[in-house]
C-alpha cells in the first residue's frame, strides 16, 4: 500500500511519527516528511496507528 500525506492538512504535530518512527520523521523546519511511500509487512500495523491517529486525516493508504 502507498502511504499519501495531505500537506494542506498536515500539522506537522509528529502523531505519526511518534508511532512510526522508521516512516515519519519532521525535519529541521518541524515540516513532515516520509521517510518511504510504502508499506511494509514490517511497518504496516504502525502506519495503520499513525493513519488512525492523526488529529487532521491528513494521512492515507492506497492500494
Known amino acids: 500500500m502507498k502511504i ?16 512510526a518512527p522508521d516512516v ?5 523546519d518541524d515540516f513532515l516528511q516520509l521517510k518511504t511511500e510504502q508499506t511494509t509487512p514490517e511497518n504496516i500495523d ?15 493508504l492506497e492500494d
Open 24 to 28: 515519519f520523521e519532521l525535519d529541521d
Open 46 to 60: 504502525a502506519v495503520k496507528r499513525a493513519v488512525a491517529a492523526c488529529p487532521r486525516a491528513a494521512i492515507s
Open 4 to 19: 499519501k500525506i495531505d500537506f494542506d492538512l498536515c500539522e506537522s504535530n509528529a502523531l505519526c511519527e511518534a508511532m
